[in-house]
């Protein structure tokens, strides 16, 4: 293990979005706030509550769960993919680092821009949504396990990708539809038995209501389905990235 360079790599990744804070801290914080004004204090009149719950405490998980998967799989993707097309990945991949050691440090930079997202709009819900953490260490570990998970995914976009407009489609049409899908603004209880039944087959879904349970303590699925799902796509995502740099497919051109 080259703990000098993937030392090195990881600062370097983290230290690139901390870099530009007004471009991936900022715009995530703003929209979330407008979301709590407009969807939760607005809809809040018209939806009492769901499950007991408040309607703006009850979205709050699910913007924390959009904010951070979303900064997650930007951070390692676009960085993957700006490197191909400046032509600077060569240099790392002559160095002497593993494809372990390269693919660690890039999920480790979106697993932590993901995480600190998640906690700033979990700590803008206490502020401003009155919300309160019933399982404050649960919480910042699933959001971890989340963001590592979506980390590693936004590598393997970045590193098939051969283009933004490849990248953009990939995050446009599976990532976002799946998360405004996964229960964020509703309970799949107010949905028909088939959409319900679709509702299953959404990762998201899951990721959302894992994080519900352990703010909240409700959770339309199972707390413990919510937890292995998450533990198995950070497994098998992970894996998938490092084999993908290891075979160089759209890599080592």
Do not use: C, H
């Amino acid at each position: 293990m080259n703990w000098v360079g993937f030392k090195t790599l990881t600062f370097r990744e983290v230290g690139r979005f901390f870099s530009v804070w007004r471009q991936t801290i900022v715009p995530g914080l703003i929209s979330s706030i407008l979301y709590i004004l407009i969807f939760g204090f607005t809809l809040e009149k018209r939806i009492d509550n769901i499950d007991g719950i408040p309607y703006t405490l009850f979205i709050l998980p699910g913007l924390i769960m959009m904010n951070a998967l979303t900064n997650a799989t930007s951070n390692s993707s676009s960085s993957m993919l700006q490197m191909k097309l400046l032509g600077q990945l060569p240099d790392i991949l002559q160095a002497p680092l593993s494809s372990f050691e390269i693919s660690m440090a890039y999920i480790i930079g979106g697993m932590v821009r993901g995480t600190i997202n998640g906690i700033l709009i979990m700590v803008v819900g206490i502020l401003i949504g009155g919300m309160t953490v019933e399982n404050p260490f649960q919480t910042i570990a699933f959001i971890f396990i989340v963001s590592w998970a979506f980390s590693s995914i936004g590598l393997l976009l970045g590193q098939l990708s051969e283009s933004w407009d490849q990248l953009a489609t990939m995050q446009n049409f599976i990532l976002t539809p799946l998360s405004f899908l996964g229960g964020i603004f509703y309970s799949i209880k107010m949905l028909p038995e088939w959409a319900q039944l679709l509702s299953m087959f959404n990762p998201i879904y899951y990721m959302i209501n894992g994080l519900r349970y352990t703010i909240l303590g409700i959770s339309d699925s199972d707390p413990l389905y919510s937890f292995l799902i998450a533990s198995l796509m950070t497994l098998i995502f992970t894996i998938a990235s490092i084999k993908v740099m290891e075979n160089g497919k759209k890599i080592k051109q």
